[in-house]
């Protein structure tokens, strides 16, 4: 190319810093579509964060639940995952444990709560998650009373959309 003023420009990549991988899986086209939604941005890629709330009564046993989100993130490959660089790999990580972002509310009144939760929604469908790095599932849970409490989970939709998994 003579004459091009075009010029490489180095990156600096180690493909072996990240986290350890049990095994990569050929992302399914309507991953490879929300990946490349991503390319284009972080804001694009919120119309695909999914979230849930569930208003949690009676005594909490904290432990029992978190051991109940590690499970379901231990029993879904997906959850454990992130993508590849081209978006043309599910990365499996061998082990994963999804730890709830804990938010007591208690000491607020009840409008003042509803105002708080409806916030933690928000932010949990408007932060944006990293699809290289993960993880790409969260969880928030707020402590409104003793006896009662809401937990919010939220996922990228590449994680958990219908069809093939890994």
Do not use: C
């Amino acid at each position: 190319m003579t004459g091009s003023t075009d010029k490489f420009v180095p990156i600096d990549y180690d493909p072996f810093a990240g986290a350890a991988i049990a095994r990569a899986v050929p992302t399914t086209e309507a991953q490879r579509e929300l990946w490349l939604a991503d390319q284009f941005g972080r804001e694009a890629s919120l119309a695909y964060n999914e979230s849930i709330s569930l208003h949690l009564t009676g005594a909490l046993q904290a432990l029992s639940l978190q051991g109940a989100l590690d499970a379901l993130v231990e029993r879904h490959d997906a959850l454990r995952s992130t993508i590849s660089a081209d978006g043309l790999n599910l990365l499996v990580a061998p082990h994963g444990s999804l730890q709830a972002q804990m938010v007591d509310l208690s000491a607020l009144d009840v409008e003042a709560q509803a105002q708080a939760t409806t916030r933690l929604r928000v932010e949990a469908v408007e932060t944006p998650f990293d699809l290289l790095s993960g993880p790409l599932i969260r969880a928030t849970l707020a402590r409104l009373a003793e006896t009662e409490h809401e937990l919010i989970l939220t996922a990228h939709h590449i994680v958990v959309t219908a069809g093939r998994s890994a």
